[in-house]
């Protein structure tokens, strides 16, 4: 039986059945039954039920909100903004795939270019916790307009969310292809419930597409196993060790805010939060990092329906705080500087903690992402020092400068190194409308958002004319006399 819990209270949030290996294997066989009659439909009957998973979630979105707020602890404000960018998705994710997958048509002699795109057929996913809705999402929905069928696995963490979008999928469907195709849609798209060893199940299936969003030794290891099976896509959406420049500002407490943002939004749990800031070792630099040390303890944590609203909950379970706290005591013992410790939060569980502040500089720390509000303070003599401090990581997400200097932010943009690259906004900050994804050990090159129409369909160019004919003359005379 898995269950799932409030971090903020230890209240029981969801329980159901464990899906083993039969039950897996099981899905994955209905969905690959399924796969040739849903993508044999127009991509507008496809679109047509994303139109409706949209207006389902539309319906129940602070129902749904409510749920991830309870699962993760994440505030309401926070998870009512992860529901709009999971309505919002929907009419990317169209837009994506008729301009990235859609259909060209280019005349050419004798005939017709033509560029079509196809599915690659079963879809797994793998969902993460900190944006159990919104990330998964993010590969659900192209791949679903694409033409696959998909198999989701959310985190054992955050399951009743993936039972709430299964909901959405299963109206939207049944609303849409009922009538029609009443042994299809129900196989469309299937939710299945686990831990690792029903995730194993699921990689070890047979699938032609692993969608991914979590850690980058997760993704390690799935390039490892996928080494041999060229035919499954792999799109890997992983953390990073990311680093945030301040090098100058006019107003002080702007620049600080962006830090405040970059580095503690989401109690930390963001892959694209900033974990290092690099300052000038001068009078500024100083400034700004007490300016971020003060706003910091400003910071409101409860939970997620205290009064009076809290910018920040707590970290995903006590384990994981005992985690952190164990990460930022090995800093400590290596010579780190606490700023400011990993404090607990008086008359609160233990996942619930206060942002941390560590002055780095001089000391050797491992290059590893510590998935908590815990931010590594470096001071540099000059610009080049401050570059090559930031591209110092194997991670390559995102990366930020704080500065009014557009010559510095243009060589910024030159010789940093990440996917995400941010100006006088948090690392935190990323359009919709735009590719998400890094380099190095935060992904594949298989950027997701707007990107992810790319990985979801596979190009198919034909060279074509009504008949034969149109050719003969050209090569009668060279064929023979």
Known sequence: MLRSVDPASGETVWEGAVAGPDAVAAALLRARKAFPAWAALPVAVRVAVAERYRAALETRKEAIAAIIARETGKPLWETRAELAS??????????AQAERAGEKHTDMPFGQAVLRHRPHGVMAVLGPFNFPGHLPNGHIVPALIAGNTVVFKPSEMTPATGAAMAECWAEALAETLGADHPHVFPHVFQCIQGARETGEALVAGHIDGLLFTGSAGAGAHFRRIFADRPDVILALELGGNN?????????????ASVVVQSAFITTGQRCSCARRLIVPDNAFGTALVDAVAQMADRIVIGAWNATPEPWIGPLISDAAARSARASVAGLAERGAKVIRPLGRVPGHPEAFVTPAMLDVTGVFVPDEEIFAPVLQVSRVPDFDAAIEAANNTRFGLSAGLISADDVLWQRFLVEGRAGVVNRNRPTTGAAGSMPFGGLGESGNHRPSAYYAADYCAYPVASFEAADAGGNSGALTGRLWP
């Open 243 to 255: 680093p945030l420049v301040a090098w100058d500002a006019e107003n002080l407490d702007e620049a």
């Open 86 to 95: 999971m309505i919002g998705k929907v009419g990317l994710s169209i837009a």
